[in-house]
């Protein structure tokens, strides 16, 4: 079966500090992989997706990148946290287009 | 399109009643709906799906309601318990091979004992 692991779970960081959010999906192969962002009571907003290795497609353009440098690995990352960039961040997977989407657990990021 | 900057909507109803969520899509182009549950702070689950060419889908407890006419969408729970309190999301697939699904603004269920 299919799982997603995304970590760490909770994170405060200074703001000025970078940022290096993990995602991992097992069980499957050139998943289509997504990163979103919620802020508290808020909906998704997409920030990248990639349809395989090296690809990265942008939403949002921001102080945020986004990084596939294997197959089942989606890498979110920033050289300046700034303090906006606080909030939920999801990884999803899903096999391709007109699928649904598998969520990870979530990343709950405060910059202080 | 994706409406993330808006407070979510709530829906409050009795133990045991029947609850229903809506939501309507503006796309007469989609072609695969879903509907997510979302618990406070874990990640969104999926809970039931439908494709254009149906408009009515089962599973354990809940039922999916897909009025293309009215590009309206519902998800219905029956005998609503405790454990359904969450927010919902409904998202749509725009066009047949989009990379992104469109979600809507989530609603909030919340269950009174």
């Known amino acids: 079966s299919q799982t997603i692991h995304q970590w760490p779970a909770t994170l405060v960081q200074p703001v000025g500090s970078p940022l290096s959010l993990e995602c991992t999906v097992e069980g499957t192969s050139n998943p289509n992989l997504y990163w979103y962002r919620q802020a508290a009571g808020r909906g998704l907003q997409l920030l990248f997706y990639?349809?395989?290795?090296?690809?990265i497609s942008s939403e949002v353009p921001q102080n945020l990148s986004a990084s596939r440098p294997q197959d089942r690995q989606f890498i979110l990352s920033s050289k300046k946290l700034l303090l906006s960039d606080s909030g939920f961040y999801l990884c999803?997977?899903?096999?391709?287009?007109?699928?649904?989407?598998?969520f990870g657990s979530g990343t709950q990021l405060s910059v202080l | 399109g994706e409406s993330v900057g808006l407070h979510l909507p709530t829906l409050s109803v009795q133990e045991g009643d029947n609850s229903i969520i809506n939501c309507a899509y503006s796309?007469?182009?989609?072609?695969?709906f879903i509907w997510y549950k979302q618990e406070s702070g874990k990640g969104p689950q999926f809970i039931i799906d439908?494709?254009?060419?149906?408009d009515k889908r089962q599973g354990q407890r809940v039922t999916v309601l897909l009025n293309k006419t009215v590009k309206h969408l519902s998800l219905q729970i029956a005998a609503t318990q405790p454990g359904d309190s969450a927010v919902y999301f409904c998202?749509?697939?725009?066009?047949?091979?989009?990379?992104?699904?469109?979600f809507g603004q989530g609603t909030r269920l919340t269950i009174n004992p």
């Open positions: 998202a749509e697939n725009p066009r047949v091979g989009a990379q992104k699904l469109v």
């Open positions: 439908i494709r254009s060419n149906m």
């Open positions: 999803a997977w899903r096999w391709d287009a007109n699928e649904k989407l598998f």
């Open positions: 990639s349809v395989g290795i090296g690809q």
């Open positions: 796309n007469s182009a989609s072609d695969y």
